[in-house]
């Protein structure tokens, strides 16, 4: 994690956010805690919806895409259980705010988004606020990180849009003893699963019912 402190308006909400969204609903390492509660939410919301920035809920942001809640953001990064020297791909950069709390817990990360304007204002804010371990890319995330000088396979993959199953790149992208945390199911319905990769198996736990845009591209949904 390369990020400066920050310093804003905005401390009291984020302390709040994390003691009544988090804490008390759950959320139990204090990693992901502290993180959520260093990175600025408000600078990753379009200016006129900065009011909702700590609101337990989503948020949009354009292109039909939305910043998940808080407790969701959270929930999954505990989920993934990231350790300092992990190096994580995320499927949908979206705003940037996940990417950086993962850019906070982790040594390296590399995220792939499908829009490219939402790519760029996300790099622009991750790079404005010092996060310099995170590497953006464009391309169909359900086929993992295009990048070429990507690593071959991961610590954790974190997927930020509804699969109909497990997109078989993305499993083969697993490290052994890896974890990939992904909603599936409908477009209409999905349960958070985690995936690890345990002696060369995936072996796939169920956690809760959940609701994401789709994950759209060849091992997703298709383009709507």
């Known amino acids: 994690m390369d990020?400066?402190?920050i310093?804003?308006?905005?401390?009291?909400?984020r302390r709040h956010m994390v003691q009544k969204q988090l804490r008390e609903r759950g959320i139990t390492d204090e990693r992901v805690l502290a993180a959520?509660?260093?990175?600025p939410?408000?600078?990753?919301?379009?200016?006129?919806?900065?009011?909702?920035?700590?609101?337990?809920?989503?948020v949009v942001i354009g292109e039909g895409q939305t910043i998940s809640q808080p407790f969701m953001v959270a929930s999954m990064v505990q989920a993934a259980e990231i350790k300092p020297t992990d190096v994580v791909v995320e499927i949908g950069t979206g705003s940037g705010y996940q990417s950086a709390i993962l850019a906070e817990l982790a040594g390296k990360v590399y995220s792939v988004e499908r829009f490219a304007s939402l790519a760029e204002s996300a790099r622009a804010v991750l790079e404005r606020l010092h996060y310099n371990n995170v590497v953006i890319a464009v391309g169909d995330g359900s086929t993992g990180f295009p990048a070429q000088d990507a690593p071959m396979?991961?610590?954790?993959?974190?997927?930020?849009?509804?699969a109909p199953g497990i997109p078989a790149s993305l499993a083969q992208q697993l490290k052994?003893?890896?974890?990939?945390?992904?909603?599936i199911g409908t477009l209409d319905e999905?349960?958070?699963h985690v995936v690890r990769r345990q002696q060369g198996f995936l072996v796939d736990q169920r956690l809760y019912g959940c609701k994401f845009v789709p994950l759209e591209g060849?091992?997703?949904f298709q383009p709507r």
Do not use: C, N, W
């Open 3 to 5: 990020a400066l402190p």
């Open 7 to 13: 310093a804003d308006g905005f401390s009291a909400l």
């Open 36 to 39: 959520m509660e260093r990175v």
């Open 41 to 58: 939410r408000h600078e990753f919301i379009p200016l006129e919806k900065r009011q909702h920035a700590y609101d337990d809920h989503p």
């Open 153 to 162: 396979t991961f610590d954790a993959i974190i997927v930020s849009a509804a």
């Open 176 to 183: 052994e003893g890896g974890r990939m945390v992904i909603p």
């Open 190 to 192: 999905q349960l958070l």
């Open 218 to 220: 060849t091992q997703g």
